[in-house]
């Protein structure tokens, strides 16, 4: 079965609803995972998306914060959630689609703006986030399952404007990438989009501090799609949907897509 999977901090599902319509109408993603909801579940207007189709959901949310939810037109099977770090936030959803795909939606913690955990408790908060991720894949090793989300990382070299620049700024920090990357190793977890999209820059958030920020440029790939390596070798056609950072009143993160046929 092939099925077309999009992520997507969308920075209030309610405020956004018309772009994620937008989004439905004109790119069609089968699977469809937001982040940063910033509503309670019964007040994330399904009935908006379900008249596009989409009318399957699995979620998690509270008010005025976080949230993640994954619409989709196929039947989705709710299988959990992990509170990591133990925040109380709504972070983390996962669901089981019809062919046995799991699929997890995280929303890893930004970590405010001082890399230094003892002067900076969100930053604090975030390694000991990815630290349980990490600790979670190595007790149960996930399998027929893809990971997506804002993981508030840019990992490679390639993934921010300019590397050096960037070496002491939270998303891009080696403490942090060194955090992600065992998460990664834990469940043996293969970069879907790297795999797709192997060289040159990549970015899917661009700061609102930008006045132009298309020309400048500065961008960070902060939003990730992960697969077990018994399905990633299925994906394909990885792409940035950019064009979306420029809708009126958008989101500043840009969805992502990837292809699985399993």
Same mark, same amino acid.
């Given at each position: 079965? %092939?099925?077309?999977? %999009?992520? *997507?901090?969308?920075?209030?599902?309610?405020?956004? #609803?018309?772009?994620?319509?937008?989004?439905?109408?004109?790119?069609?993603?089968?699977?469809?995972?937001?982040?940063?909801?910033?509503?309670?579940?019964?007040?994330?207007?399904?009935?908006?998306?379900?008249?596009?189709?989409?009318?399957?959901?699995?979620?998690?949310?509270?008010?005025?914060?976080?949230?993640?939810? @994954?619409?989709?037109?196929?039947?989705?099977?709710?299988?959990?959630?992990?509170?990591?770090?133990?925040?109380? &936030? +709504?972070?983390?959803? %996962?669901?089981?689609?019809?062919?046995?795909?799991?699929? &997890?939606?995280?929303?890893?913690?930004?970590?405010?703006?001082?890399?230094?955990?003892?002067?900076?408790?969100?930053?604090?908060?975030?390694?000991?986030?990815? +630290?349980?991720?990490?600790?979670?894949?190595?007790?149960?090793?996930?399998?027929?399952?893809?990971?997506?989300?804002?993981?508030?990382? %840019?990992?490679?070299?390639?993934?921010?404007?300019?590397?050096?620049?960037?070496?002491? @700024?939270?998303?891009?920090?080696?403490?942090?990438?060194?955090?992600?990357?065992?998460?990664?190793?834990?469940?043996?977890?293969?970069?879907?989009?790297?795999?797709? @999209?192997?060289?040159?820059?990549?970015?899917? *958030?661009?700061?609102?501090?930008?006045?132009?920020?298309?020309?400048?440029?500065?961008?960070?790939?902060?939003?990730?799609?992960?697969?077990?390596?018994? @399905?990633?070798?299925?994906?394909?056609?990885?792409?940035?949907?950019?064009? #979306?950072?420029?809708?009126?009143?958008?989101?500043?993160?840009?969805?992502?897509?990837?292809?699985?046929?399993?």
């Amino acid at each position: 079965m %092939a099925f077309t999977l %999009a992520t *997507w901090n969308i920075n209030s599902v309610r405020l956004r #609803a018309g772009l994620v319509e937008t989004l439905l109408t004109q790119e069609a993603p089968d699977v469809l995972c937001l982040q940063e909801c910033k509503s309670p579940v019964d007040q994330i207007p399904l009935e908006r998306f379900a008249a596009l189709g989409y009318g399957h959901m699995v979620a998690r949310g509270q008010k005025g914060y976080n949230g993640v939810a @994954i619409l989709s037109k196929l039947p989705l099977e709710d299988v959990g959630d992990r509170d990591f770090a133990g925040l109380g &936030h +709504s972070r983390h959803v %996962a669901a089981r689609l019809e062919n046995g795909v799991v699929v &997890h939606n995280f929303y890893v913690p930004a970590g405010g703006d001082e890399p230094n955990r003892e002067k900076n408790e969100k930053f604090g908060q975030k390694l000991d986030y990815l +630290s349980e991720m990490r600790d979670w894949f190595h007790e149960d090793r996930p399998e027929k399952a893809i990971l997506v989300g804002d993981l508030n990382i %840019a990992p490679r070299e390639d993934d921010v404007w300019d590397h050096k620049k960037l070496l002491k @700024i939270v998303s891009h920090t080696p403490v942090e990438v060194e955090a992600l990357n065992a998460a990664m190793e834990a469940g043996a977890w293969v970069d879907v989009t790297r795999q797709d @999209i192997t060289e040159g820059k990549l970015y899917s *958030w661009w700061s609102y501090r930008a006045k132009d920020w298309s020309a400048a440029d500065k961008g960070r790939r902060l939003d990730h799609i992960w697969a077990t390596p018994d @399905i990633s070798s299925s994906a394909y056609g990885s792409r940035i949907l950019r064009d #979306a950072r420029g809708w009126e009143k958008p989101s500043d993160h840009a969805p992502v897509f990837a292809t699985f046929d399993v």
